[in-house]
């Protein structure tokens, strides 16, 4: 069964129509990545997943229930976690209370202390700065946390909006083997990116999204090698 189906969806701002008509899904275990330029409607599709942004037209999916009408709150409740675009970690707290912000549903503190040593495996650069201010982490830093943060509400389907944005070579290469790892532990992913190269080499499958429509699908290695994504997305 597809743990995300997205069906006909349209999503318009005003007179703008952001995404028209896309349906696609995601399942269970996967890595799958929508890749597109500059406003193609990748957040627009994201932030209608998570509840933030109500479609115009087209039904939403998630373990075979419509949530259309469900609260964002609850959504996540339901273990759907989103790390929008821009990191967002909140400045004024520490590393550790960022992180404890992404457990607020949970009531289970052993559970989540387990989860945050859990975390902290996966990125001891966190833990070596878990005292410090989340403002002053440097860029790359900061995207480990928001993954972190969503990470502490153990979600089935994780959603990144282009996690690779505006970091050093070094840093992206490092999310994007953190986003493998993830998927190895059990999570699903919906990763969306700019960074085609990268997000299709460790994606199941892709779609590319153009002008708010899809315009072609296939598994990771098959859009990599195709000739439309390698002239239009990867320069070749
Ligand atoms: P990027 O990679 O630059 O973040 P994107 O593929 O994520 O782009 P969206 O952010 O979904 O694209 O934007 C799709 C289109 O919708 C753009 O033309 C954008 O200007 C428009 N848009 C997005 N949000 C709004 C809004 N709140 N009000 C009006 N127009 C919007």
Known sequence: MA??????????????EAVKNVSFEVNEGEVVTLIGANGAGKTSILRTISGLVRPSEGSIFYLGNDIQKVPARKIVAEGLAQVPE????????????????????????????????????????????KNQDAATLSGGE??????????????????????????APIFIQEIFDIIQDIQKQGTT???????????????DRGYVLETGKIVLSGTGQELLASEEVRKAYLGG
Not at 5 to 12: A, E, G, H, Y
Not at 88 to 115: D, Q, R
Not at 150 to 167: F, N, R, T, V
Not at 189 to 203: C, D, G, H, R, Y
């Open 3 to 16: 743990m995300l189906k997205i069906k006909n969806l349209s999503v318009s701002y005003g007179a703008i």
């Open 86 to 129: 821009g990191r967002h970690v909140f400045p004024g707290l520490t590393v550790l209370e960022n992180l404890e912000m992404g457990a607020f549903l949970s009531k289970n503190k052993e559970e989540n202390k387990l989860n945050m040593k859990k975390i902290f495996e996966r990125f001891p650069r966190l833990e070596e700065r």
């Open 142 to 167: 900061q995207q480990m946390l928001a993954m972190g943060r969503a990470l502490m509400s153990k979600p089935k389907l994780l959603l990144l909006d282009e996690p690779s944005m505006g970091l």
């Open 189 to 203: 992913v919906l990763l969306i990116e700019q960074n085609a190269n990268k997000a299709l080499s460790i994606a």
